[in-house]
């Protein structure tokens, strides 16, 4: 594949399919894990390796696995590297471990990592599936953390533990907590709608213009 | 008794899989928009939840720690959840075509819905009894039919409204969600202290 | 991709299990170690941090090795050598000045405000055999005597829903087994349901009790005491420091606990674990009384007294005999 390509491969992942705000996947460990920047950095690390690892051998494997038992054998990939995750982080790092809880293992049921080994890995080189899984992870990993930002920011006054507001700042509880992620996620999404609806507009009224000068 | 009443009550609307714990967040955003289909995600999800709570109670109770294979947990439940979605679309297309054919295409979505797999881990976590388990799954599975019928009711009230260009769709479902979950915490209320 | 026949897709199933599942047992071969010695580690490492610096730290095995040892460091302060908690004592704040007492009682920064239908002879009767008799909490529960706190207004206090009655004291202290059971429907009024809980790693088993001494020169220069009560979601476990008389409490640090992210998890902050430093360990260490709970979360504030209680209970009976009296 030429290098432009793989290029884009990456960067469909950062905006224009960006799997929280675009595509709407994903959503549960969105939601759940972003009550600190920090809580969600980790999630997005972990994400990330799981979906680069399965692309690279569902990649590699395309040709070997059977079609019928395409989504099991899927299935136990990412279930192999999730497991490989877990225990990793308990070893090493018990407190994020502690505060992921159990959305660990639900990284296998992660709409993102099975949606992209079957909509791109089975059908697409190594390299590319890499490239494509690296990029919807990092998209996935700056998602949450946005997100767990802004909400450390309203609930706790502070960004990845570093105060920002201060001593004055009455943090709202409610942020911090299940409808705070909702509707802090509902604005991140209705506003990355506008920018998008706002560039397509132009882009057709410097088309229109475009025309009517060469008229 | 009141014990397991009170876990029901606490799946179901207090700790409300959807609101409370973000679980199952896929299908209350994709398949909310008309509460008849609704209605029936929640139905086969609520089977399945209950079906895959007894048989990973079964496989973690007498397989994995036996054996002492606990760190297989998530792959092996995962695997018997999909085998048992597989199972129950099978026995489902053959004895019951009615039903097959009212909820059959919500049956591979579930198999990646975290609520059932979220629910096998928890429960486990949680170490929880048999019955306790069942409950739990039950509770769990009217909550979230009961969170997706609501968000189904709500959304199809919008339809007509005048909602700014950027937010139709999911941003003022998310929204609409994130208002639920504030009336689903005052549910906490009825849980004695 | 071709179609394949049934033993293609049987036998190409059965590797891929067979590959991950030997995958796995490596991996926890390898992790496994590491996670089961990082939790005998954790509770050294705390230790570390709440007894004095420099000082050689072991953990306890025999208990008369430890009593002498605080018989020792008790007498060269001039205290009598056998140590005892006393739960009847009357709180004392760290560094908040008394404040004034209405009625003759040794609560010092508390004031009392009698119940509406009770004379003031009654209330001076009660609080004296309270003083003087361990059974005055019954009688503190008949006459239900209120009395309201006013000693400090940290920002995390909330203390103007709550009132506090003798006959609390008991509650407070069986809490643990109140809420026995592992389930989370306490406390409807103060924790919201909220937020993915933070679920415990595995069946981690917490010791009920275990004891830590820091040697300086031979001499005692702290204890060190791990204990656990019932908190909100599961178990909370704590560990308190002495120092060598055991007069008076040098740290607490919260070692494990599961309590609702946000809010119950507050106990862990030092706004809250800070305020022990310095306390005589004559305090009745309840919630209210001489703790201030986290705001919210008053069944995790009350889950750490009632781990700080245990503490105190079992040290002294561990310095009699060897065995503990809680959660054994």
């Known amino acids: 594949m030429a290098k432009k390509s793989l290029f884009k491969e990456f960067v469909k992942g950062l905006w224009e399919e960006h799997p929280n705000f675009v595509m709407l996947i994903g959503l549960c460990p969105t939601l759940a894990v972003t009550t600190s920047a920090m809580n969600g950095l980790a999630m997005g690390i972990a994400t990330t390796f799981v979906i680069v690892c399965s692309s690279i051998l569902i990649s590699l494997m395309r040709k070997i696995i059977p079609d019928e038992v395409r989504l099991p054998s899927y299935i136990i990939i990412v279930a192999t590297f999730v497991t490989i995750v877990d225990l990793a982080l308990n070893a090493y790092f018990p407190e994020i471990y502690q505060l992921l809880g159990i959305f660990i293992p639900l990284i296998v049921v992660n709409c993102i990592v099975l949606g992209r080994a079957e909509a791109f890995a089975s059908r697409n080189g190594v390299i590319a599936s890499a490239i494509d899984g690296l990029g919807m992870g990092f998209g996935f990993t700056w998602g949450l953390i946005v997100l767990s930002s802004i909400r450390e920011l309203l609930a706790k006054g502070s960004i990845f533990g570093m105060t920002i507001f201060g001593e004055s700042f009455k943090p709202i509880q409610i942020f911090g907590q299940a409808p705070g992620a909702f509707i802090i996620l509902g604005f991140i999404v209705g506003l990355v709608n506008f920018i998008n609806i706002n560039a397509k507009r132009k882009r057709e009224l410097q088309k229109i213009s475009d025309r009517s000068q060469a008229a | ?193 | 991709m071709k179609k394949s026949n049934l033993l293609n897709i049987v036998l190409v199933l059965t590797i891929i299990s067979l590959v991950s599942a030997a995958v796995l047992t490596l991996a926890n071969d390898k992790f496994s170690p590491i996670i089961k010695a990082r939790e005998n580690d954790k509770l050294r490492i705390v230790a570390q941090k709440l007894l004095p610096e420099g000082a050689q730290i072991t953990k306890v095995a025999n208990y008369s090795d430890l009593a002498s040892l605080v018989a020792e460091a008790r007498k060269a302060a001039g205290l009598s050598p056998d140590w005892h908690w006393n739960p009847d004592a009357a709180p004392v704040e760290a560094a908040v000045p008394a404040e004034e007492e209405k009625v003759e009682l040794d609560f010092s920064g508390f004031t009392f405000e009698e119940s509406e239908d009770e004379e003031e002879v009654e209330l001076d009767l009660s609080g004296f055999t309270f003083e003087e008799n361990d059974e005055a909490e019954e009688i503190g529960t008949e006459e239900e005597t209120v009395f309201t706190e006013d000693s400090e207004d940290l920002d995390t206090v909330d203390f103007s829903e709550e009132t506090f009655s003798f006959g609390e004291e008991e509650e407070a202290v069986d809490f643990g087994d109140m809420f026995g059971d592992a389930f989370d429907f306490t406390g409807g009024e103060e924790e919201a349901p909220a937020e993915a809980p933070t679920e415990p790693a595995q069946e981690e088993v917490a010791p009920a009790f275990e004891v830590y001494q820091a040697l300086e020169n031979g001499k005692l220069a702290g204890v060190a005491v791990v204990a656990k009560a019932k908190g909100y979601h599961g178990d909370i476990v704590i560990m308190i420091s002495f120092d060598g008389t055991l007069e008076k409490v040098v740290g607490m640090d919260v070692v494990q606990q599961t309590e609702t992210a946000g809010l119950g998890s507050l106990i862990t902050e030092e706004k809250f674990t800070k305020q022990f430093a310095g306390k005589p360990t004559g305090n009745p260490f309840e919630t209210g009384k001489d703790i201030q709970g986290v705001a919210g979360a008053t069944i995790s504030s009350k889950g750490v007294a009632a781990a700080l209680q245990n503490a105190l209970k079992n040290l002294e009976q561990f310095l009699i005999d060897g065995t503990i009296k809680e959660g054994a």
Request: include cysteine.
């Open chain 2, 1 to 193: 008794m009141p014990k397991l009443l009170l876990l029901f009550i606490s799946s179901a609307v207090v700790n409300n899989f959807v609101l409370a714990k973000f679980l199952g967040n896929c299908p209350f955003l994709g398949v909310s928009k008309e509460v008849n289909t609704s209605l029936g995600m929640g139905v086969a999800t609520t089977f399945v939840m209950v079906m895959s709570g007894v048989a990973t109670w079964l496989i973690n109770h007498y397989l994995l720690i036996p054996l002492e294979l606990q760190y297989m947990q998530t792959i092996v439940f995962i695997l018997a959840i999909a085998t048992l979605v597989q199972f129950v679309e099978m026995v489902m297309k053959k004895y019951t075509p009615a039903l097959h054919r009212a909820l059959g295409i919500y049956l591979p979505l579930i198999t990646t819905n975290c609520a059932v797999l979220g629910l096998a881990v928890m429960a486990v976590r949680e170490s929880y009894s048999f019955i306790e388990t069942v409950v739990f799954a039950l509770g769990g599975g009217i909550g979230f039919s009961l969170a997706l019928a609501l968000m189904a009711g709500l959304r199809e009230d919008m339809k007509e409204d005048l909602i700014p260009e950027a937010f139709r769709g999911p941003a003022i479902a998310l929204i609409t969600a994130g208002i639920m979950a504030m009336a689903f915490m005052g549910f906490s209320g009825i849980l004695p202290s």
